[in-house]
């Protein structure tokens, strides 16, 4: 019988592929296209896994799209035949009152596709109109799309690695009055560690949503003070609708969100892929998902025609700046203020012409920060904005106001895990370790391609060889500091906070590892080429090294970064706790790191660290070598 079928479905298909309008009401039309979708192995079809965002597991198939409502078949999920066979079998149902939400308009790419694929007469379908889609597509009509990458911000738990989004452009309106399509975890305004553990371990779900480009302009670049990087894509007109229809099917659906993986950055690689299947770009990643990695892999893919820069107000307020004399600083203040009129400025013999232009220019930044964050009234802001602005177009644009300070560019920094190999002696011992982590950067290292004074490491083992033993020496889990210089015109917090594994180094019997919590605040200083920094320090340690197995108190930390040239580091740090409950004692310890860069993925330096923990001395001098790997 099941051979008879298949003969009846082969005549089938070879009298439709004529003119299957002859005899419309003799065969199935639907059982046709289902049968040949079968026939051409459509369900294995790489585009079709693309659009359901599957990925191979051990048994087969699974979705990455968490939310049910995604999927026609019941086991959509993981079955990606029944997915297509079920999604043939919805373009046949009766039309509802609601025609947007009839599969052919809700899931409209994987009808436009099937459409091309089966040759599908239209004619032979329940008449819909998909109005909705057609209307919002006209309207925005995309036809060139950018990949945006706002920088790091260690300051937001969501931001530490940075961010990719898309920016869809129409064909005459500029790149501010175009769409930004964002991938993000719905927000649950909890705590930063809270939200940090959350987004860890997927307990958010993640959705994409699409705003006016200025208004992400405004949150990353004027609020969040980070500068944005514009890479445009060069895709085609048709490559971007293809993009279009795959984010139209998933408007409102969720997925659970992880920092590590599934993240922003992973999502929008599936879009890209949408519109350009022949690229991979997903297969490229496994365990962990890092924004500036994805840059660096649709820039090797080919798909960057053009990097644009877009620095922040506070990027431009420290690049104007520069060209004003820090006696001029509090005139500016006292003008954002409203202490002094603008035309004071413009009437001064005692400015230079340079310094008129700075002095107004400066302070519409600021006031526009200001203006941003809240600080001022929207009254005040629009008084004091527009007679800067007045004041300052008595004067011309010269050419030295057009010069900005170029940083560079994420992608060109050094790649994002690291080995580390050392050797050296550890009171009076000689020892071998070797370290690994999967991301990101430590102060340590190069700066190029990164934020100055950053620091975010996650899961960072560490191994030594010592005395014949080898053994887990540290487990960094989460590292991050944050030092944001002061100036004159921002007066942002500095801090810190890492946990994890480690052994205090002491010559105890019981040399036992430890868990331990520390976090901390302070301030941080820019001069010339040296950075330098204060942070007051708490800290909580639990483990069988102690006595009363806890020890915990309160400590401060003072450094020095300086860098001679752009091919080093040395950084100059001491730190001191009183133990205050538990276990009580007092530790000292002395740094002293000098890293050279070698090449962008190879660093070789000396380190020296002198510490006393209870009665204990000890002293670790060694060298080591990192490299950097995708």
């Given at each position: 019988m099941r051979d008879v079928l298949s003969l009846a479905y082969v005549f089938l298909f070879l009298f439709c592929s004529f003119d299957y309008s002859l005899s419309q009401d003799a065969f199935d039309y639907k059982n046709y296209l289902k049968f040949k979708a079968k026939e051409l192995g459509l369900h294995k079809d790489r585009y079709w896994h693309i659009l359901l965002h599957y990925k191979k597991t051990f048994n087969g198939y699974e979705s990455y799209i968490d939310d049910e409502k995604f999927f026609l078949a019941k086991d959509g999920k993981v079955n990606p035949e029944g997915?297509?066979?079920?999604?043939?079998?919805s373009f046949f149902q009766s039309p509802s009152e609601k025609q947007n939400e009839y599969p052919k308009c809700r899931y409209i790419a994987r009808y436009e596709w099937l459409k091309e694929k089966l040759n599908i007469n239209n004619e032979l379908l329940p008449d819909v109109q998909c109005l909705e889609f057609e209307e919002i597509f006209q309207r925005l009509n995309p036809r060139s799309a950018s990949l945006i990458f706002p920088a790091s911000y260690p300051n937001s738990p969501a931001s530490m690695f940075g961010h990719t989004l898309l920016r869809l452009e129409g064909e005459f309106h500029s790149p501010l009055l175009a769409y930004a399509v964002n991938y993000s975890a719905i927000p649950e305004d909890d705590f930063a560690l809270i939200y940090t553990f959350k987004g860890i371990f997927g307990y958010y779900k993640g959705i994409f949503t699409a705003l006016p480009y200025y208004d992400k302009v405004r949150e990353y670049s004027d609020i969040e003070r980070r500068d944005i990087w514009e890479y445009n894509l060069n895709l085609t007109p048709e490559e971007v609708r293809r993009m279009f229809l795959h984010l139209w099917e998933l408007k409102?659906?969720?997925?659970?969100?992880?920092?590590?993986?599934?993240?922003?950055?992973?999502?929008?690689?599936?879009?890209?892929?949408?519109?350009?299947?022949?690229?991979?770009?997903?297969?490229?990643?496994?365990?962990?998902?890092?924004?500036?990695?994805?840059?660096?892999?649709?820039?090797?893919?080919?798909l960057v025609e053009k990097i644009n820069y877009r620095p922040s107000i506070h990027t431009r307020?420290?690049?104007?700046?520069?060209?004003?004399?820090?006696?001029?600083?509090?005139?500016?203040?006292?003008?954002?203020?409203?202490?002094?009129?603008?035309?004071?400025?413009?009437?001064?013999?005692?400015f230079s012409l340079l310094e008129k232009q700075k002095i107004l220019e400066i302070s519409a930044e600021i006031l526009q920060y200001r203006y941003f964050k809240k600080e001022i009234t929207k009254e005040d802001y629009q008084k004091r904005y527009f007679q800067v602005l007045s004041a300052r177009s008595k004067f011309p644009m010269s050419e030295e106001s057009k010069i900005l300070e170029m940083p560079s560019s994420p992608e060109t920094g050094h790649e994002s895990s690291r080995l580390k190999i050392g050797t050296g002696i550890y009171n009076g011992n000689g020892y071998l370790d070797i370290s690994f982590r999967p991301a990101y950067h430590d102060i340590t290292n190069?700066?190029?391609?990164?934020?100055?004074?950053?620091?975010?490491?996650?899961?960072?083992?560490?191994?030594?060889?010592l005395k014949n033993k080898f053994f887990l020496e540290r487990a960094d889990l989460i590292n991050i500091i944050s030092l944001t210089p002061m100036d004159y015109f921002s007066k942002p917090l500095s801090w810190r906070v890492k946990t994890g594994f480690?052994?205090?180094g002491f010559s105890f019997a019981k040399d036992d590892i430890y868990y331990f919590l520390q976090a901390g605040g302070g301030v941080a200083l820019k001069r010339f080429t040296t950075l330098s920094y204060l942070l007051i320090n708490g800290s909580l340690e639990f483990g069988g090294v102690f006595e009363k197995n806890f020890s915990s108190g309160l400590g401060l930390e003072v450094g020095l970064i300086k860098s001679v040239s752009n091919r080093d580091k040395m950084i100059i740090s001491a730190e001191t706790i009183q133990y205050l409950l538990g276990d009580k004692h007092k530790l000292y310890k002395i740094n002293l790191i000098q890293n050279f860069f070698l090449r962008k993925d190879l660093e070789i330096g000396i380190k020296y660290t002198r510490q006393k923990v209870f009665s204990s001395y000890s002293y670790d001098l060694g060298t080591f070598i990192n490299f950097f790997f995708p």
């Open positions: 997915e297509l066979l079920a999604t043939i079998d409102d659906i969720y997925q659970y969100y992880y920092f590590f993986d599934e993240n922003c950055s992973y999502n929008i690689l599936f879009l890209i892929e949408s519109a350009r299947p022949t690229v991979r770009l997903v297969d490229k990643f496994r365990y962990w998902v890092i924004p500036v990695d994805t840059i660096r892999t649709v820039i090797s893919e080919g307020i420290k690049n104007l700046s520069k060209a004003v004399s820090e006696e001029r600083y509090e005139k500016i203040l006292k003008l954002v203020g409203g202490q002094i009129n603008p035309q004071e400025v413009v009437n001064s013999a005692n190069n700066d190029r391609g990164y934020i100055e004074g950053s620091q975010i490491i996650f899961t960072d083992f560490n191994f030594k060889y480690e052994r205090k």
